[in-house]
């Protein structure tokens, strides 16, 4: 069983940069892939960014590419998720993700746990 818990959300302006930070319970997370997805008001959940259980392969959705990176530190028990040149389209609630096994996924019902989220706000 893993519990998520993400950290790092704001307000800030277009342009800005924000750092989320997800620390995971557990003795086995570095048996997960994890993900991050977001949900803006209205709008259903979406796929941002996944990492593989070893670090060594990630993928991103197209909008973020080259302004988001995802990391881990399996001595930690952390994921994070960078994001620079924020938009306000960025603006949802950000979730943290974990799939047990495999290298990560674009597809929700892939991930076994899911955090709490954490508000991303990007004013104009």
């Known amino acids: 069983q893993v519990q998520l818990v993400e950290s790092g959300g704001g307000l800030v302006q277009a342009g800005g940069s924000l750092r989320l930070s997800c620390t995971a319970s557990?003795?086995?997370?570095?048996?997960?892939?994890m993900g991050w997805f977001r949900q803006a008001p209205g709008k259903e959940r979406d796929f941002v960014a996944s990492i593989s259980w070893n670090g060594a392969r990630t993928d991103y959705e197209d909008s973020v590419k080259g302004r988001f990176t995802i990391s881990r530190d399996n001595a930690k028990n952390m994921v994070y998720l960078l994001m620079n040149s924020l938009k306000p389209e960025d603006t949802a609630v950000y979730y943290c993700?974990?799939?047990?096994?495999?290298?990560?996924?674009?597809?929700?019902?892939?991930?076994?746990?899911w955090g709490q989220g954490t508000q991303v706000t990007v004013s104009s």
């Open positions: 993700a974990a799939a047990l096994g495999g290298y990560g996924s674009s597809w929700a019902p892939q991930y076994d746990h």
């Open positions: 557990g003795r086995t997370f570095s048996s997960y892939a």
